[in-house]
């Protein structure tokens, strides 16, 4: 007969997989306070598997539950986590740290089955094995960590938590019923566990997938939205365009019929305004003003001070696609966000695009009292400023080798885009 694993063993590989799988969710508190409030809790969940290890068989599935418990607990309580995605990562953590036990102390029994290494060398390969494990675990989470948070349903909660309790009743059956820990013993139990962490691994990508899915549609949804909103303004120009065209033609109408000079001043003031709007966003890059003409329209319709210095020329590098995601966005967004503000003085946007050291800059700014909380991913927590609306903007940036950066100070919200000149 071997001896079973150390209860401390256990625990270190608890404690390890609950902060392995809690960096995909960001933590309810400040890092000091999560460490600590983590270092408590591992010192708690240690004692608590140190005094019932040597419980009866009676006692030992209640104390495993209550550990268990202990460990859904932390993460929820830890993390920003409702309680479906507590469960869920709980499932995962645990039978991860069941695996990692069960290849350590059955490396350890291979090589010294009657405990004969002593201290040092069974802590050297505690070390490297739970070393190797979890580094390896967590560099394969770092490179398919998404800034995505997953949907998980209660299906798919109640899937991970059916399949731990499963694999960790069959991986102990043996022991249950022969009541002794044999070699035979180990291998089962390593090899269920493997087959539980691959499975729950399998399913956490495809709920990866559908949300990077579900993200792309949405990005799509904008930028098909952003593109039938240039064509529906582009039509309208052009009809605006032949009316001032028409209006000019009775202006010249009524100027031969008539020579008083009141008409005349009014007549000249009507032709002012309209030289005045045929040079109103010409800014060299006809999609770019197509753009700032419809917004303009429509701030002035709802008294929202728009005011823009662009050289549309630096964006004829970007496709129209491009052009009507970031800057129709960007509009978009701060439209909103000024049309929340009861005063009407207090609607003010101001938007730029110019070159500067090499890159060309689009600085996008509105009033906003309300201070803006950013969240993990560098974009707003709140919806006025754009949620996946900015992450097709960030998308579209990074195509080019650019960059989107974000900023409230002094009541004014300011986005700027980044982009190397061509």
């Known amino acids: 007969m071997l001896p079973d694993i150390p209860r401390l063993y256990t625990a270190l590989a608890e404690i390890l997989a609950a902060v392995l799988y809690a960096q995909a969710v960001p933590p309810r508190t400040a890092k000091p306070v999560y460490w600590a409030v983590t270092s408590g809790w591992g010192v708690l969940l240690a004692v608590f598997l140190q005094m019932t290890g040597d419980v009866p068989l009676a006692w030992w599935i209640p104390c495993m539950a209550a550990a268990i418990g202990w460990l859904y607990l932390y993460l929820w309580g830890t993390r920003e986590m409702n309680l479906l995605e507590a469960g869920y990562s709980c499932a995962r953590a645990f039978i991860l740290a069941e695996l990692a036990a069960s290849v350590e102390w059955q490396l350890h029994c291979v090589l010294w089955p009657q405990r004969g290494a002593g201290e040092a060398l069974s802590v050297l390969l505690l070390a490297v094995v739970y070393g190797a494990l979890f580094g390896i675990l967590y560099s394969f989470e770092r490179r398919h960590t998404t800034t995505v948070r997953l949907a998980i349903t209660p299906a798919a909660a109640l899937m991970a938590v059916v399949m731990a309790v499963t694999v960790f009743a069959v991986s102990n059956l043996s022991f249950v019923a022969d009541g002794e820990a044999t070699m035979s013993v180990f291998y089962i139990r390593t090899l ?140 978009d967004n701060a439209t909103e966000s000024v049309l929340t503000e009861a005063d009407a003085e207090k609607r003010l946007i101001r938007a730029a695009i110019y070159a500067q050291n090499g890159f060309v800059m689009l600085r996008f700014e509105n009033y906003c009292a309300q201070p803006v909380e950013l969240g993990p991913d560098g974009l707003p927590k709140q919806s006025a400023h754009g949620g996946y609306d900015l992450k097709s903007v960030r998308a579209a940036a990074e195509a080019h080798g650019g960059t989107l950066t974000l900023h409230w100070e002094n009541e004014w919200f300011t986005l700027r885009v980044l982009l190397p000149q061509k």
């Open 192 to 331: 269920v566990d493997f087959a539980g962490v691959l499975i729950l691994t399998v399913q956490h990508e495809q709920l990866r997938e559908a949300a990077l899915h579900s993200e792309l549609a949405a990005m799509d949804n904008v930028l098909h939205r952003q593109y039938e909103q240039y064509k529906q303004s582009k039509e309208n120009i052009r009809l605006i365009n032949r009316r001032y065209h028409e209006l000019k033609m009775q202006i010249a109408a009524i100027r031969a019929e008539r020579d008083q000079a009141k008409q005349d001043a009014a007549l000249a003031e009507m032709e002012s305004g309209i030289r005045r709007y045929e040079a109103e966003n010409k800014t060299g890059n006809p999609v770019l003003d197509t753009l700032l003409t419809a917004k303009t329209l429509y701030c002035q319709q709802h008294d929202i001070n728009l005011t823009c210095v662009a050289d549309g020329r630096l964006l004829n590098f970007l496709t129209t696609g491009e052009i009507c995601t970031i800057v129709g966005t960007a509009l």
